[in-house]
């Protein structure tokens, strides 16, 4: 690695490579069904990436996608012997959610006539009642939530969702669309007996323009086989997750996740150009456009983006990927206060402007956790303690250039104070250790016990005040550590406690929710509100937005059918 | 300005200047009540910015932006010297819409006892009944439309919008939401006597952020008030219009405006994160959020985003906007064919990638008119005629660094043959002059005599099959000309003809309708559909949508108060 040198005089010269490893080509396997074995090209340790935060897990374990046969077994066996004591923790978290909801008495209960109704229309191996496959479908990522559903139909065109959906609208059987099953809060999983509608037989891609870039595809499509495909054309999807070897497609739009990318390429509401989703009553509503500008009406498409399939299935995407380019650059590097991280992140989006890919920033709490917690990992700037550390990555289209902005904006930054130390990946090995420090937090705040995990977004200049707040409030009975996505203003905030505690609970919530509304955050940055946090919406949306959102609910699924106990809050949706 | 050579031992040494003139400040403007006098730092020549197409207007006339009294009064001594026979045409097509209207017989007609109330809440001087200051607000930009409202109010406050729409709404009184009045589409003004609510008085800036560049402010702020405003602070908006100098940031929301950065940086979708609005029952939506994640529920912002003021009154907006670069370079290429354009388009992705900004094409028609109309513009490139120019503009954060990249990008492309020549502009006169050309092009064919104006998204590749089809199909009765933001897939297709002529319209109408709609393309690119295209939808919008749409409509206002006779076809609205 390279040194950043205080002095002027011995700035170093750079000689490094390019070092982001490609995803190697899986274009053949996009049409690939979900019970083929499918190696995911993720390239990480023995962590199992279901564990970790949503994109949180970039370099993870390999996974097995076959979603509906034996997946995550592997993961599984993993989870099971390294947190255990942790799942003990999110299970009482569990009962003490589902305790407040009941099953809506509206909804009729499966009968053979149905079961027959949807061989007759889907063929007999597309409906599932097998147990061990049930299992797995009922039972969310982190083993938090489980749902008793004793049906999973595996459609492969539109016309069989729309099928579906306007015979379970009719017989009003409640039903759940499923992507890859690896949302955190609950929402791609049956809570009572819903009938589980898996997306993963729709992973076909349907067309790709290769000059503007654009996209389609069926929503099964597994986000790392679209990475992949789209690799060999020279071109990147605008989102990265690190459950991108299991997430599909239009999972990703129905809860708009973040990722990665974000801070360069924005949200999913700027990237998707269309959608084709089917309503409760089974209309197909094809708005299926691939067009960077459309001013033809209400822009319907948005309501689905990041509605966890409460308003309808998502079964075909047209997205705006952008061009790959060549060039991948990162700095490791450290500030010694909150308001040089700011300060920075400043600079960085004037200065390295078009070229910035990653703002990332973790405390020295999290630094300290990710060396003691995980094998091999060293600080790479250990001659002194830091108070914050930053990441830094850019991505351009020049190496030679882009390395020679990277390293003048460095320079400028340590002359002015706002960094007192740092170093430049020279290779891929390099970047990836840099990235195992800030990738490995979650897994070190698994191991160190129990762990009370929140996810916000707050404007950047208050969002670390929460962690100090947190911290003032807890004193010695817990640690909190911080880290996140600077740059989007998304902080992870974690509180590792001795053992589980209704005391320290009773100390973050609902303060933390509170402290989180009063600056104008958001309780769910990137995870979305699902089954787990659908009764604290409040927090961060008002009264009369709520009371649309509702409105529109029962506008587009007037029997409630679709994901039902999620997202509104209980006391709206259960009147609906 | 410096040629680029065909011979690579020539490669020719830049040592040009950023050539793009900073607005001047006017930050002081931006609490500057409507009825002052504010002069637009716009840097044209002398042709009135509101006859050219929106987004086609960047350097236009200086133009009084006093909304109410007398404003675009020197424009339109313009307009009727150079244009009288274009609008008499445009006046016919008026009549043609107009017929097809009935005014709602549901609605209520203006009682004196409406007057008092409005002048209670608002004080009298909001209350406008002078004929002068309703003329103006009754006709659009254009003169294409003209209502007959008999008043027009001027809220202040979020408040006093309430107030406001709760009044209307249980009076059954029609609204016009109004911003800058420079809709294309007959969206901004009256059919009939609907209360005009003109948001100019709200135009203050309620927060900026420095560090995330997030800017808060009331939906009347002028949007380029807004650019000053911003690059004081070392920011730019993610959007860029001709009609900067009237524009509202509330009408470019309600329109979702593309213009000049949404190749760089994307549609309003993507960059707009918060609104307040008002729906017509008076219910404030408190949607301003500032951060770039939000995963809580229905993201209802995008409902009020290109809904043309039919859903409800952008009262306020929040915006992430991109740090101000410092490097701007233009090129002016010629192409030999369309394909080559198409390709240029894919290799500038992707070797310029991060700072491109802006890619245009014209046609050698579009050239010719340029050069036979427009007063002092010469052909950049005179020793050959070619058959295209493409206009392909760098943004970035180092001037030598962009510079060479552009560059090297131009010399590759020569070799290749895709582009066969070019020149790159030296300063900001030759930048200046090369963008009179491609901005020239609507004053020119205005010029040229009667015109069929299009604005179309038609995927890239399929673009100019459009104009040669249409031009095989008029033979020597018209010239078709056609230009526009490649980049984005928005094709500006014009028929110039020697008269209008209901053959000729009959010729063109529906065949570009069902030619674009057959292709997957959008019939309003940026203007959206108004009471133009109302009628229209279905070409670009499928049955099942539009029926959402107006169900959505339905919703959100019962009584139809709200932007009545637009955006949904007639024959739905007048239903709700």
Same mark, same amino acid.
């Given at each position: 690695m390279l040194r950043i040198m205080m002095n002027k005089n011995n700035r170093a010269a750079t000689h490094g490579h390019s070092w982001r490893q490609c995803s190697k080509p899986l274009l053949d396997l996009l049409?690939?069904?979900?019970d083929d074995p499918i190696i995911s090209s993720s390239n990480s &340790?023995? /962590?199992? #990436?279901?564990?970790?935060e949503n994109g949180e897990q970039r370099r993870s374990l390999q996974t097995c996608v076959d979603c509906v046969g034996g997946y995550r077994e592997t993961l599984r066996t993993s989870m099971d012997r390294c947190s255990r004591q942790a799942f003990v923790m999110q299970y009482r978290n569990f009962v003490s959610a589902a305790a407040k909801v009941k099953r809506n008495p509206s909804f009729s209960a499966l009968m053979p006539d149905d079961i027959a109704y949807f061989k007759g229309i889907l063929g007999e191996k597309n409906v599932i009642q097998d147990e061990d496959r049930l299992d797995f479908a009922n039972t969310d990522w982190m083993h938090k939530y489980k749902g008793s559903s004793k049906l999973l139909l595996l459609p492969r065109t539109t016309e069989e969702v729309s099928q579906i959906l306007r015979y379970c609208n009719s017989r009003r059987l409640a039903v759940v669309p499923q992507g890859g *099953?690896? &949302?955190? $809060? =609950? =929402?791609? $999983?049956? $809570?009572?007996?819903e009938v589980i509608i898996n +997306? =993963?037989? +729709? #992973?076909? $891609?349907v067309a790709f323009d290769k000059v503007s870039g654009i996209l389609v595809c069926e929503a099964g499509c597994i986000l790392e086989n679209l990475i992949s495909f789209l690799d060999n054309q020279g071109f990147i999807m605008p989102l990265d997750l690190g459950a991108k070897g299991s997430c599909q497609i239009g999972g990703t739009v129905s809860t708009n996740a973040g990722g990665l990318r974000l801070v360069r390429y924005g949200s999913l509401h700027g990237n998707i150009l269309g959608l084709e989703a089917v309503l409760a009553n089974g209309d197909v509503l094809d708005m299926l456009g691939t067009l960077r500008?459309? *001013?033809? &009406? /209400?822009?319907?498409k948005h309501l689905f983006i990041g509605s966890e399939g409460s308003l309808g299935v998502v079964t075909k995407v047209s997205i705006l990927t952008p061009p790959k380019l060549s060039s991948v650059n990162l700095a490791f590097l450290a500030c010694e206060d909150y308001l040089s991280c700011q300060k920075l992140l400043l600079e960085a989006k004037r200065k390295l402007g078009e070229i910035l890919s990653a703002f990332e920033f973790l405390d020295s709490q999290a630094m300290d956790l990710a060396l003691n917690q995980l094998d091999g990992v060293r600080n790479p700037l250990p001659s002194l303690e830091h108070n914050f550390y930053v990441l830094i990555e850019t991505t351009g289209s020049d190496e030679s250039y882009d390395k020679e902005k990277l390293e003048a904006f460095l320079f400028c930054s340590m002359e002015s104070g706002l960094i007192s130390d740092g170093v430049l990946a020279q290779d891929i090995y390099q970047a990836s250790s840099f990235w195992r420090i800030r990738e490995g937090i979650p897994e070190a705040l698994m191991r160190a016990g129990p762990l009370y995990k929140y996810d916000l977004s707050i404007p950047v200049e208050k969002l670390y005040d929460l962690a100090e707040d947190m911290r003032a409030r807890l004193g010695q009975s817990a640690k909190v550590v911080a880290y996140g996505h600077l740059g989007d203003g998304n902080l992870h905030l974690n509180i590792s406690a001795p053992k589980y505690n209704d005391m320290i609970l009773a100390q973050i919530e609902p303060f933390v929710y509170e402290w989180t509304s009063k600056h104008r955050g958001s309780i769910s940055a990137e995870h &979305?509100?699902?089954? +787990?946090k659908a009764n604290e919406i409040f927090y961060s949306k008002a009264q009369e937005v709520v009371q649309v959102m509702a409105s529109i609910k029962k506008l587009l699924d007037p029997n409630g059918?679709? #994901?039902? /106990?999620?997202?509104?809050p209980h006391s709206l949706s259960s009147s609906s």
């Open positions: 049409s690939s069904r979900p &340790g023995c /962590y199992p #990436n279901h564990l970790a *099953n690896t &949302g955190l $809060v =609950g =929402g791609s $999983v049956p $809570v009572f007996d +997306m =993963g037989s +729709m #992973n076909k $891609v500008k459309d *001013n033809t &009406g /209400y822009d319907l &979305g509100l699902g089954l +787990m059918i679709l #994901n039902p /106990y999620k997202v509104l």
